[in-house]
T-cell receptor, first 109, second 116 residues
Framework: RKEVEQDPGPFNVPEGATVAFNCTYSNSASQSFFWYRQDCRKEPKLLMSVYSSGNEDGRFTAQLNRASQYISLLIRDSKLSDSATYLCVVNDNFNKFYFGSGTKLNVKP | EPEVTQTPSHQVTQMGQEVILRCVPISNHLYFYWYRQILGQKVEFLVSFYNNEISEKSEIFDDQFSVERPDGSNFTLKIRSTKLEDSAMYFC??????????????FGPGTRLLVL
């Protein structure tokens, strides 16, 4: 059983496109949710936390659907610098964090 | 901006040897974590640590692993008898003490361990 599942991609999109990623999680008791980005051979960096009401940060919008146990990330007006692997992260009830395998995004000129 | 640091950046060791990976978390953080990422695979949780004891650990974190906070700044991961399959990138992270389950984890740049 995978705690967190993501489509590995890659998603190849032109600059300026809108792209969406989904992630599903298995533990209905999970407490908090995050999107991280990871560049090749680098450490994960927090992109945004995901709140029940949904939240937006510039070109990025995150949504949480607890009933269906999925999280989404929408990137508008893609930039070349958005090319990275996007990691869905779920925290269960106990200070233990589960990472998805990541979705690779390639933004092309 | 405060950051998590890790040393060494790369470590090569012989199978069966002991290695110690070092981390300096952000100074006012009290929750610390170790993760590993085997090349081409996902980031895997190893252990979380709070108040000088292990808070949670995964199935991967067996008896060959141990963690320690030997002083006020360092947080170490020891692998007692390394195996080939321990070759991976090891990330340390820390988080704010007030809301560890909600708050951002800050990751260090990682130590790439190669076991020969």
């Amino acid at each position: 059983r995978k705690e967190v599942e993501q489509d590995p991609g890659p998603f190849n999109v032109p600059e300026g496109a809108t792209v969406a990623f989904n992630c599903t999680y298995s533990n209905s008791a999970s407490q908090s949710f995050f999107w991280y980005r990871q560049d090749c051979r680098k450490e994960p960096k927090l992109l945004m936390s995901v709140y029940s009401s949904g939240n937006e940060d510039g070109r990025f919008t995150a949504q949480l659907n607890r009933a269906s146990q999925y999280i989404s990330l929408l990137i508008r007006d893609s930039k070349l610098s958005d090319s990275a692997t996007y990691l869905c992260v779920v925290n269960d009830n106990f200070n233990k964090f589960y990472f998805g395998s990541g979705t690779k995004l390639n933004v092309k000129p | 901006e405060p950051e998590v640091t890790q040393t060494p950046s790369h470590q090569v060791t012989q199978m069966g040897q002991e290695v110690i990976l070092r981390c300096v978390p952000i100074s006012n953080h009290l929750y610390f974590y170790w993760y590993r990422q085997i090349l081409g695979q996902k980031v895997e949780f190893l252990v979380s640590f709070y108040n000088n004891e292990i808070s949670e650990k995964s199935e991967i974190f067996d008896d060959q692993f141990s963690v320690e906070r030997p002083d006020g700044s360092n947080f170490t991961l020891k692998i007692r008898s390394t195996k080939l399959e321990d070759s991976a990138m090891y990330f340390c992270a820390s988080s704010d003490p007030q809301q560890p389950q909600q708050e951002t984890q800050y990751f260090g740049p990682g130590t790439r361990l190669l076991v020969l």
